[in-house]
């Protein structure tokens, strides 16, 4: 119940943790760094998938399943995947009561495994392009864990495709950067930043990487996808070629991309607030909660009148009523605002006599009163307009924490109040960029693909002529 959440502004982080457990969303696991997640939260991981899921198939992809082990052997073949992955690899050594001739590990990302079978499965440009997604499970050894943010096995997805020419590459990993952006913006509200990482920053292994970048109500990023141009590294890793048109033989060019259950820390922390959970209207496993208000002499008649308009409801809208006689509506409506649910519908003995019902919404606890004959138009409208208030609001909390500076001090000042996203000069030189992160605690979390006007500024860090406009931040 919401006395158990710590307010925001109290401490962040505990607020953050309180209402992960206390709306039941995900547990601690006996493992370190590991979490059960909990059917409330596992219902809105499949509202995540079904969304993604349609998104990548509408784009051409297909899904596939490949094995959670990888021959240890793959990891090393190529050089920056193997160093940026290493510390955090789980190897299995024995199995079947016996030490392993060759150690197994437990997948980290799949590239490795992938690239070895495309190596078979690719001979021509006619083979070309293949676009496959996989939904997993991955394991990457964190010393420091979060429930959703940061855990040591998560849940994902991954593209991977391979293409005939770096330009249909490129173009592949703009493409679903640009899903993954509209995903983040329509489905969940967020309004999200596009751009490029630098090189410091990109993934291991990848020629460029493209991100999307969040901010939360606590003013830190939060980067919730990546799509990388892999170039020909890991057809040269694992020696996939293929005939092309002219005849000649060339090394095929490859993506990757992926976002995971980090989304539903994103969630939580973009809308959420003191009483609990705030869902966008499209994710919420459940849309709209019914609430019967009722004494013993007018239970049957206003739940009889509850269950028509549930049965009404049903065929367009994921409604649930509570019928349940034993908790007070006064309980009900708290936990349902632990749990986020965007709408809840309360009806008593006097809105059955008048024909109506009362919407209470989650987002602002505005209460519309609604003839029953225009129930579900005005519900969807509702709800339709909760999705636009929730991301409205997330934009301009955005917007108010976005500032510009080219000096250093300037720069550290507004990291540490208000905080927020800071759009500063950078040289392109990458010890700048780690003497920033030394002093301040920053990274640069992209250079956005819309390039800003470099004239007249300067380096935050050196002072020499810009050659970015670099979005810093202190993320997640
Ligand atoms: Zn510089």
Redesign the pocket.
Known sequence: MAEKITPRATDYSQWYIDIVLNAKLADYAPVKGCMVIRPRGYALWERIQQGLDGLFKATGHVNAYFPLLIPESFIKKEAEHVEGFSPELAVVTHAGGEKLEEPLVIRPTSETIIWSMYKKWIQSYRDLPILINQWANVVRWEKRTRLFLRTTEFLWQEGHTAHATAEEAEEETLKMLGVYKTFAEDYMAIPVLHGLKTDAEKFAGAVRTYCIEAMMQDRKALQAGTSHNLGQNFARAFDVTFQTKEKTLDHVWATSWGVSTRLIGALIMAHSDDKGLVLPPRLAPVEVVIVPIFKNETKDAVLAFARKLHAELASSFRVLLDADDQNTPGWKFSEYELQGIPLRVEIGPRDMEKGQLVAARRDTGEKAFIPVAEAAGRLRALLDDIQKSLFQRALAFRQQHTFSTDSSAELAKLLDDPGGFVEAG????A??EAKVKEETKATIRLLPLEKKSTEGRA??????AALHIAVFGRAY
Request: net charge neutral.
């Open positions: 950078w040289c392109g030189d010890a700048c380096c935050v860090a050196c002072g020499k």
